[in-house]
């Protein structure tokens, strides 16, 4: 019963009408399927139309049923679409349903837990970028807030299997845990990784106690946004070229200048070369900051004659269409 709410209830209560007045004068005057239902439809709307064929005593008394029981039927459905309407009802059922065929749609992005300060800031470097997101969040007016600016959100707890599962887990390239307090976060993160061993999960930690829990709970970073935030203000005093130049090199606002990761893949033609054989420098125009090694190792400055693995992730700097043609020769042969 509980699918038979509101307007699906006043549709089914008018078809009900209508259907039972159709088989009615057909069972007691006889009449065709079309001449039956027309004169149910005249009689509920009550538009006066005098009857197709003269009535008998039941047809009469079958009318004055119908009158009844059609009319308030019909004059309640009628009034219940028209408020729909009016107070943006249809509106947002037609909403709710986009948003259920993009989260549907929607692949390799990355489900955001929490709209806060950190969320807020988070989701606004992610559509600068171009990186599909879907945001859960529990608070419903942090959630019309991103609603009104285009994003895909859910008002829900991040924490359960099947909230996850509807902002498309399986399909996501990766999960960022940032909700108000570390119990939730570990929660959250927990459920992730038992839904999607394989799944790339960042962490926010609020308290220095709760980075080995969210460790253990199976995050692959725990980020303080404290300690980042103390050690970028000593770094800025201590070095503001070096900071200047990292924020020029790793900020969406300077799109002419871009510090990137490229993964080689097992099949990429790249694996097994040396950067000099390559030409990163000469050919792409990009500098290789770092290579992190497929065992988890980082090499900084790596030298020219270094090779590059299956597995391996570059750290390149360079300009975007530069990045760009790296990242498509590491794909294709």
Not at 164 to 174: D, N, T, V, Y
Not at 287 to 304: D, H, L, S, W
Request: charged residues 20%; glycine residues 10%; contains cysteine.
């Amino acid at each position: 019963m509980t699918n038979l709410q509101g307007p699906r209830l006043a549709i089914a209560l008018l078809v009900g009408v209508l259907l039972g007045g159709t088989f009615g004068y057909m069972a007691i005057e006889g009449w065709s399927a079309w001449d039956a239902f027309y004169m149910t439809v005249t009689t509920v709307a009550t538009v006066g139309f005098q009857e197709v064929h003269p009535l008998s005593f039941p047809g009469q008394a079958f009318t004055v049923l119908l009158i009844f029981g059609g009319v308030g039927t019909a004059f309640y459905t009628a009034t219940l679409l028209a408020t729909i309407i009016v107070e943006g009802g249809l509106h947002r059922r037609f909403e709710q349903r986009r948003i259920a065929r993009m989260l549907d749609e929607i692949k390799d992005h990355f489900i955001l837990c929490g709209y806060g300060r950190i969320g807020s800031i988070i989701t606004a470097d992610l559509h600068q970028q171009g990186v599909p997101f879907v945001i859960v969040e529990r608070d419903p007016e942090r959630v019309h807030t991103a609603l009104e600016k285009g994003w895909l959100a859910l008002n829900a707890d991040a924490s359960r299997e099947e909230v996850l599962a509807r902002a498309g887990i399986h399909r996501a390239r990766g999960l960022i845990a940032a909700v108000g307090t570390d119990a939730e976060n570990v929660y959250t993160v927990l459920t992730a990784r038992v839904m999607r061993p394989d799944l790339f999960i960042i962490a926010r930690v609020e308290s220095d106690d709760a980075e080995h829990k969210l460790r253990r709970a199976g995050a692959d970073r725990v980020i303080s946004p404290y300690q980042i935030g103390a050690s970028h203000i000593a770094q800025t005093a201590l070095r503001p070229a070096v900071v200047d130049f990292m924020h020029l090199a790793t900020s969406s606002e300077h799109l002419d200048l871009s510090m990137e990761q490229v993964h080689i893949n097992e099949d990429s033609p790249l694996a097994g070369r040396s950067l000099i054989d390559i030409g990163v420098r000469q050919k792409y125009g990009v500098i290789v900051v770092g290579i992190r090694r497929a065992g988890g190792g980082m090499e900084f400055n790596p030298a020219p004659e270094a090779v590059i693995r299956a597995g391996d992730d570059l750290v390149v700097l360079g300009r975007v269409t530069s990045v760009k043609d790296l990242e498509r020769s590491a794909t294709t042969a």
